[in-house]
């Protein structure tokens, strides 16, 4: 059974710092995976997909990458602003389902 | 392009009742699933269609049950509700099985 953990659970920083969020898993037979956010009662956002055969990417301020072989995957938030505040989750994708991390959440400071 | 579309977005129901959720995917997405969203569990699998056919189904009673139309949209019913399925439901689409989007969710409360 996959297994999804994220480090923190949660984190506080003041603006303009960058944020560096972490999941790991347990299966690496992924066939991709995705960062989303989520807000206050919302549903969820996606904000990256990185392809098993791909070590990274990037949109905007957000970079991700990922290491199957050691089943990890970072999300880097550059820049931080009060708006990046909400939970982040990270799933990841096999036997056509999304298996979700508990989610950190994210307060910026302004 | 039109996102995913939810019905209806609040319910209230009382414990023995039953329910039918309504998910309108992403026009040209042929896969749909669904998801439980609870505090205490997190984001759990529910089921996933594609062209009408079940893939694949997560660890749920079989008071759960969904089915998907000819033109991809989805039902998810839950039958003899208990106070434990109040929860946000999530329904997502995708093309195939890559980039999956989601839905604003149902918010289920049963008193």
């Known amino acids: 059974k996959q297994e999804v953990t994220q480090i923190p659970a949660a984190l506080s920083v003041p603006e303009g710092e960058n944020l560096v969020l972490n999941c790991s898993f347990t299966?690496?037979?992924?066939?991709?995976l995705q960062w989303f956010r989520q807000d206050p009662g919302k549903g969820l956002t996606s904000l990256l997909l990185?392809?098993?055969?791909?070590r990274e990417q990037t949109s905007g301020r957000l970079n991700a990458s990922l290491d199957k072989s050691s089943g990890r995957s970072t999300l880097y938030i550059a820049a931080s602003q009060p708006g990046d505040s909400a939970t982040y989750l990270c799933?990841?994708?096999?036997?056509?389902?999304?298996?979700f991390g508990a989610g950190t959440t994210v307060t910026v400071r302004a | 392009k039109a996102g995913v579309t939810q019905t209806p977005r609040y319910l209230i129901k009382t414990r023995g009742q039953q329910v039918t959720l309504s998910c309108s995917p992403i026009?040209?997405?042929?896969?749909v699933s669904w998801y439980q969203q609870t505090p205490g569990q997190g984001l759990q699998f529910l089921f996933e269609?594609?062209?009408?056919?079940?893939?694949n189904k997560g660890n749920f009673p079989g008071r759960f049950s969904g089915r998907q139309f000819s033109n991809s949209r989805s039902e998810m019913n839950v039958s003899t509700l208990e106070l434990g399925d109040s929860a946000l439901y999530l329904c997502?689409?995708?093309?195939?099985?890559?980039?999956?989007?989601f839905g604003p969710g149902t918010r289920l409360t049963v008193l």
């Open positions: 026009s040209g997405h042929r896969s």
């Open positions: 299966d690496s037979a992924i066939y991709n």
């Open positions: 997502a689409s995708s093309l195939a099985i890559n980039e999956q989007f």
């Open positions: 990185i392809q098993s055969s791909q």
């Open positions: 799933a990841v994708s096999n036997d056509y389902k999304l298996s």
């Open positions: 269609y594609f062209s009408e056919t079940q893939r």
